[in-house]
């Protein structure tokens, strides 16, 4: 088995091992992997953090040693909190753009160095819209994790991983975690709401807060209406997502 991590800012993670293929995810700094094949150009990894698989292209990670990969997650995660941010290369002194959310808990195994504020993860649901409303506005990009695009689960699990809790990556995925609330009034800000399609397919997840809001990456990251029929966008006068469930994730 070969392991890596993600040593540049924001990795396009791809269905397929080809540059025109489908990007399902995004592999970030300090992000690491197992290696499942190893191909000349591309690689196909699981990462540690959600085992989520994908193919990366080989010139944009850093092989590691199985010794340093056991270290390297069992390190407390550190993130970023700025919503991007730079990192110094101690050698070359070259800068290097990272977003909110990636974990420098490896700055020092990658010989790079940070100054700016980091949060040091305390498990804390409180914490959950705080966070979310710093993505207010990221465009939305299917696949991505990051202010300069996310999608909506991608959204939901950058969030609650700062906020110390672990989500899996897509929305039909998140949606088998945590108790199902039978009415919007059971629910608590940070409570996840999920939608579905008409063949009833979990294809949408936001997150709940006070008032019956709902903040969600839909075109952008947005804050809209929640009622017992789904999100209600105000500017186009309908509902745009038809409520499924409501999950409480976090108990």
């Not at 540690?48 to 990670?61: I, L, P, T």
């Not at 800000?189 to 999920?194: E, K, S």
């Not at 809001?213 to 029929?229: F, M, N, P, Q, T």
Request: charged share 25%; net charge negative; proline share 4%.
């Amino acid at each position: 088995m070969q392991y890596g991590i993600c040593n540049l800012s924001i990795v396009p993670l791809r269905l397929e091992p080809r540059d025109a293929s489908e990007m399902v995810s995004q592999v970030l700094y300090g992000d690491v992997f197992k290696v499942l094949e190893s191909r000349k150009k591309w690689s196909k990894i699981r990462l540690s953090f959600d085992d989520y698989e994908g193919w990366v292209d080989n010139k944009q990670y850093l092989e590691i040693e199985k010794n340093a990969y056991v270290q390297l997650i069992s390190n407390e995660p550190c993130y970023i909190t700025n919503q991007v941010d730079c990192i110094e290369d101690n050698i070359s002194k070259a800068m290097l753009s990272v977003p909110i959310g990636v974990n420098i808990s490896a700055l020092t195994f990658l010989n790079h160095q940070y100054d700016g504020v980091v949060n040091t993860v305390t498990p804390n649901k409180n914490q959950i819209i705080e966070i979310a409303l710093k993505y207010l506005n990221a465009p939305y990009l299917w696949g991505g994790k990051t202010p300069f695009g996310i999608d909506c689960s991608g959204f939901t699990q950058m969030v609650y991983k700062q906020a110390g809790f672990k989500l899996l990556r897509d929305a039909s995925q998140q949606a088998t975690q945590g108790l199902p609330l039978s009415f919007i009034e059971e629910s608590e800000p940070g409570d996840l709401a999920f939608f579905d399609n008409a063949e009833g397919k979990i294809t949408h997840v936001g997150i709940i807060m006070e008032d019956n809001y709902i903040i969600h990456a839909h075109g952008k990251v947005r804050i809209d209406r929640l009622d017992h029929s789904g999100i209600y966008n105000v500017e186009k006068r309908q509902h745009t997502h038809k409520l499924r469930v409501i999950k409480k994730i976090i108990t």
